[in-house]
């Protein structure tokens, strides 16, 4: 079994925001070590689970939010023959119990989430930016995808997410050459809704968090399940799904709230209810 890292990602609440920060600076916050890896399906678990969390910062500890992969291992591997000793199929097994793991736990979170992107988002930890509902970046913030440069295609789904969010021939750019831009290259690309300074990078990202948690909490998780529905499916299963929740929510205490606080001209108080 597997020796879990525990305090690789650290989970820690304030209110109605939590704070996911990856916590392995001397190293650059890589996202592929099996004993990391569990972390995130249970950050993404005790998150879903908690009715009175309602929006997520990620963040990385030290300079760097995350370069991805530990290159230092892959090149263990190469030395000694490991990558092309073991089979295909031995590495497609990696992929899917490995690094998609963190992929399909991010994916699951039912509450918007926030990049705060420090230093260097490299690789996987460019695409789990991509993940996120919203990013704010440092202005020393870089953004890369380097699979090429390593030899390999990305195996994280990179190449669904990205495109979607910079366009075709950015994303194409970004992949085949390698290079990495800089944060206003990234803001200007909408890969980043905000370039702030690294000093005020947390307090923009608890800014933007606050903001979101004011709103009716089970509404709220609903809106992200239609904004994700929508990435991937035609306009008619939208509008039905779209109709089916809001109906639902029209019989919710938060709505009365809701319309009371707009006639009283006062800030709603949410109860999910």
């Given at each position: 079994?597997?020796?879990?890292?525990?305090?690789?990602l650290l989970y820690e609440k304030n209110g109605h925001i939590v704070t996911l920060t990856m916590n392995q600076p001397e190293i650059r916050?890589?996202?592929g070590d099996p004993r990391v890896i569990p972390l995130w399906q249970q950050a993404a678990d005790k998150i879903n689970d908690d009715q009175d969390v309602r929006c997520v910062i990620l963040t990385g500890a030290g300079k760097h939010f995350s370069t991805g992969g530990n290159v230092k291992n892959m090149g263990d591997r190469v030395g000694d023959k490991?990558?092309?000793?073991s089979s295909a199929l031995d590495a497609r097994r990696r992929y899917r119990t490995g690094v998609h793991r963190i992929v399909r736990a991010v994916r699951s979170i039912e509450l918007p989430v926030i990049a705060a992107v420090n230093g260097a988002a490299v690789g996987l930890g460019c695409d789990i930016t991509c993940l996120c509902d919203m990013r704010i970046a440092a202005d020393n913030a870089r953004f890369g995808v380097t699979f090429l440069k390593l030899g390999l295609n990305p195996g994280d789904g990179g190449a669904f997410h990205l495109q979607k969010i910079v366009g075709m021939a950015r994303a194409s750019e970004m992949f085949y050459t390698g290079e990495l831009i800089d944060a206003e290259t990234a803001r200007d690309w909408g890969l980043v809704g905000?370039?702030?300074?690294?000093?005020?990078?947390?307090?923009?990202?608890?800014?933007?968090?606050n903001r979101v948690?004011?709103?009716?909490?089970?509404?709220?998780?609903?809106?992200?399940?239609?904004?994700r529905t929508a990435q991937t499916n035609e306009l008619d299963t939208v509008l039905e799904m779209s109709a089916a929740m809001q109906g639902i929510a029209h019989h919710t205490d938060d709505h009365v709230e809701a319309i009371n606080a707009f006639f009283e001209k006062r800030p709603g108080e949410y109860t999910g209810r």
């Open positions: 079994m597997v020796e879990v890292i525990e305090d690789a916050n890589p996202m490991g990558s092309r000793g905000k370039v702030v300074p690294l000093d005020q990078l947390l307090a923009e990202a608890n800014d933007l968090a948690a004011k709103q009716p909490p089970g509404v709220l998780r609903m809106t992200k399940v239609l904004m």
